[in-house]
């Protein structure tokens, strides 16, 4: 089957670091996904890892190990607004035809001052 | 530069009725996905075109829903018999095909449904 976890809720102080793990275990994979989503807003795009390793965009990185079925998101110095919920999403291709994501429940970060 | 737009933002309807939304996506973008996201969870792939080609539907697509894209650029997504189970965002993507790994997909700002 496809699973994709991620901790449902994560609470960090400004200017701290904070790592958002995500597993998943699904029949192919062509790609991991991170994308931020505010309440009420779309989703929007992070990170993208294909082969294993760290991702660095600014204040954001994003770590792949597919042996391990595993990937983290990593967000350093801390903003009020990055209280957002992240998702971490996978291509199953070819197993799902085009490129459609199965995503996890999203991780709701809340920054406190 | 005009990202994925979706119209209503919001729609309230009573159980029953029919409702269509409507997706314009990123121009030059030939693959545009449904989703739908209830609160607390992640958004759950409804259907995907390449250009006017409906590709794929998820078994989440019941025969109540039915998705268009006749020209290969806006969408249209249209519910017959509202039930309440239906109520949740309706999330709209876009893409361009690379033939790559990094394709990405782009979001709009979802139709937020309330069947009452």
């Known amino acids: 089957g496809q699973n994709i976890d991620q901790p449902t809720e994560m609470t960090a102080t400004e200017g701290a670091i904070v790592q958002i793990n995500c597993t998943y275990q699904?029949?192919?994979?062509?790609?991991l996904f991170w994308y931020q989503q505010h309440a009420g807003e779309a989703p929007t795009f992070l990170s993208y890892n294909v082969l294993d390793g760290l991702e660095e965009k600014g204040r954001f990185s994003s770590f792949l190990s597919r042996s391990k079925g595993y990937s983290y998101l990593l967000l350093k110095e801390l903003q009020m607004k990055d209280s957002a919920s992240y998702l971490c999403a996978v291509r199953d291709f070819p197993n799902q035809a085009g490129t459609a994501l199965i995503f996890g429940k999203g991780t709701t970060l809340s920054v406190s001052s | 530069d005009t990202g994925v737009s979706q119209d209503p933002r919001h729609k309230i309807t009573k159980r029953g009725q029919n409702v269509t939304f409507r997706c314009d996506p990123i121009s030059e973008h030939n693959r545009l996905y449904w989703y739908r996201q209830t609160l607390g969870q992640g958004p759950e792939f409804l259907t995907y075109f390449q250009n006017e080609a409906q590709l794929e539907k998820s078994r989440l697509l019941s025969d109540r829903f039915s998705a268009e894209r006749p020209k290969g650029s806006f969408s249209t997504l249209e519910i017959q018999r509202t039930e309440q189970g239906d109520s949740a965002m309706y999330l709209c993507?876009?893409?361009?095909?690379?033939?790559?790994?990094?394709?990405?997909?782009?979001f709009g700002p979802g139709t937020r449904l309330l069947v009452l």
């Open positions: 993507a876009s893409s361009f095909e690379t033939g790559l790994n990094g394709e990405t997909q782009y």
């Open positions: 699904t029949s192919g994979f062509n790609g």
